[in-house]
């Protein structure tokens, strides 16, 4: 019934491999090699020197800090910054560079993991509403609105609350305030184009849905889905430090930068500036690193925008 | 009739409005593929012959519903296949090339990573050697610098060249036994449409594939196809061989249609 293929060569397993027409290329063997990359731009560079500089500060507090981060007393207190303390002393005498550095651990590490799981989640069940659409789409978006009855602050105070503090808890209403942003976002996206000639080529080629959904229509959404993450962990990071300075969340004591800035707040008025400035000065600084990258992700991952 | 590759039967169908009513679109479609032959399907826009052939392949709008009628390929009715021996067809048995190659191209993919993931879907294998088979098939539709072009993004890719890369995924990596044309050469250059029929008629007669070539382009048709299906609003008004149709058209739609094209002095 079917035709003979005359043409076993390119698709099937025949020995002539070669085209009669074609000189032999050595290039066909040789696997492809990596693609030109453009030279990242000025605000990923900058973006990126500050996140990694203050991922190693977190991992440097880990083994060696100027003065222990939690013990009262190293210097006296409220003592301006100095050559002995950096960045000064507190109002009961701890070193604040050295609670800087020990509160980056808190500050990055719960902005970075809960990011990560509202992405994850958030994308997965995005992609699946918007691609499938019907009942799906509407369970889905309808169960997930229920976090976006409130706003985020509010929702985290909340909740942080009830299920009492710790780093964990945190992380978990971080991820579940982000999760319905991504899913919108990641809807809508996947929505706009499922029905593109594409994602027709990709079905017409015998993909599971999954695999149109997913490896074909998710692709193209990498770009404002990432510009979006740095946002969301912008955004992250300056309510994790907002619950540290309503006194919410983590232990009073813990160098955070959040309950740092609300521990100095009184010396503001009377002149100990330092005591709120410098954490403050810290939570600008990744904020702003991680708007930077965002903007420059976005341009990275579409290749019309590549150079 | 043992030669038919593929027939559609009676076949019916109208779009579902959202109220529920339905509007009748394709009114007892008939035609017959033979095994072999390049037939090309002609109408105006809007006569029904593209949703003719998305049925084919399923991939029909969702509102396009099936009033009566059957379109069968080597005996089976493709219209009540379920999803998972759709998908055995799909792109396996028949393939198509969609009207704007530079869209049916996933954009942020290169051209050869698109050609080498469809060859593993449907071939195994490992990467590199499903590259090789990418840069292969480029080169047997005449892309200069297959390994090069392999790497380039579609918007790299001219509308001609990028017509010849879905030819090439189409005809050469899936390795279809029939081969849907849906308006190929629509929004070429003229010079470039004649390469590309040319290059279709030879991979067709080559490789023995089935095609049915979707138009509204006659002169194309004159001097390719075999046989020749004429639409006109949702009906067939002629099938025939294309010398009958082109020497002896019957039906006064099929004369018109002829006129316009400037082939034949009206």
């Known amino acids: ?307 | 009739m043992s030669d038919v590759l593929l027939s559609v039967e009676n076949f019916s169908g109208a779009f579902r409005a959202a109220d529920g009513r339905l509007t009748p679109v394709l009114h007892d479609v008939n035609f017959a593929l033979r095994t072999g032959a390049i037939t090309a399907v002609v109408g105006e826009t809007g006569s029904g012959k593209s949703l003719t052939a998305l049925s084919i392949l399923g991939i029909q709008p969702a509102t396009f519903v099936r009033t009566s009628g059957r379109i069968l390929f080597e005996g089976r009715d493709l219209l009540t296949l379920g999803a998972t021996a759709l998908r055995a067809i799909r792109g396996r048995r028949i393939s198509m090339v969609f009207q704007d190659a530079r869209a049916a191209m996933n954009p942020v993919f290169t051209v050869g990573q698109q050609l080498a993931e469809v060859f593993r879907l449907q071939h195994g294998g490992s990467r590199d050697a499903a590259m090789a088979k990418a840069i292969d098939a480029l080169r047997r539709v005449s892309i200069p610098e297959p390994e090069r072009r392999a790497r380039q993004y579609p918007h790299e890719f001219s509308g001609g060249m990028a017509q010849r890369a879905m030819i090439a995924m189409a005809a050469l990596i899936c390795r279809p036994t029939l081969l849907i044309l849906d308006e190929p050469t629509t929004g070429l250059d003229v010079t470039i449409q004649s390469e590309i029929m040319e290059l279709i008629v030879e991979l067709g007669r080559s490789a023995g594939l089935t095609a049915c070539l979707i138009t509204h382009d006659l002169g194309v048709v004159a001097e390719t196809c075999d046989a020749v299906v004429v639409m006109n609003a949702g009906r067939v008004v002629e099938t025939g061989t294309a010398e009958a149709i082109f020497t002896a058209p019957q039906h006064a739609y099929t004369r018109k249609l002829l006129a316009a094209s400037l082939l034949v002095p009206a």
Request: aromatic share 10%; charged share 15%.
């Open chain 1, 1 to 307: 019934m079917s035709a003979p293929h005359i043409l076993e060569s390119v698709a099937g397993h025949d020995a002539t491999a070669d085209t009669p027409t074609a000189p032999p290329s050595p290039a066909v063997q040789v696997a492809v090699p990596t693609r030109r990359r453009a030279p990242l731009s000025w605000s990923m560079r900058i973006g990126l020197a500050v996140l990694v500089f203050y991922c190693a500060v977190a991992l440097l507090s880990l083994v060696w800090t100027p003065f222990d981060p939690l013990s009262p007393g190293v210097g006296e207190g409220y003592m301006p910054p100095s050559r002995e303390f950096l960045l000064g002393t507190d109002r009961l005498g701890s070193d604040i560079l050295s609670r800087i550095m020990a509160g980056a651990r808190y500050d990055l590490g719960i902005t970075l993991v809960a990011v990560t799981i509202a992405l994850v989640v958030g994308t997965i069940l995005g992609t699946i509403a918007g691609y499938y659409g019907g009942t799906v789409d509407i369970v889905i978006s309808r169960c997930v609105e229920v976090f976006q009855a409130f706003p985020g602050l509010l929702f985290a105070m909340l909740v942080v609350k009830a299920v009492g503090p710790g780093v964990l808890n945190i992380i978990l209403v971080m991820s579940f305030i982000g999760i319905p942003d991504y899913l919108r976002l990641s809807r809508a996206e996947i929505r706009s184009r499922r029905n593109w000639p594409y994602a027709e080529a990709a079905r017409m080629v015998g993909n599971r849905s999954w695999q149109v959904a997913f490896r074909h229509l998710l692709p193209n959404s990498a770009g404002p889905l990432l510009a979006f993450t740095s946002i969301n962990a912008a955004f992250v990071a300056l309510v994790t430090a907002s619950l540290g300075f309503l006194g919410l969340g983590l232990d009073p004591n813990t160098p955070e930068w959040g309950s740092m800035i609300a521990r100095g707040q009184d010396g503001v008025m009377t002149g100990e500036w330092w005591l709120s400035f410098f954490p403050g000065l810290a939570i600008l600084g990744m904020t702003g690193a991680f708007y930077l990258l965002g903007d420059a992700l976005s341009d990275l991952t579409d290749p019309r925008r590549r150079r």
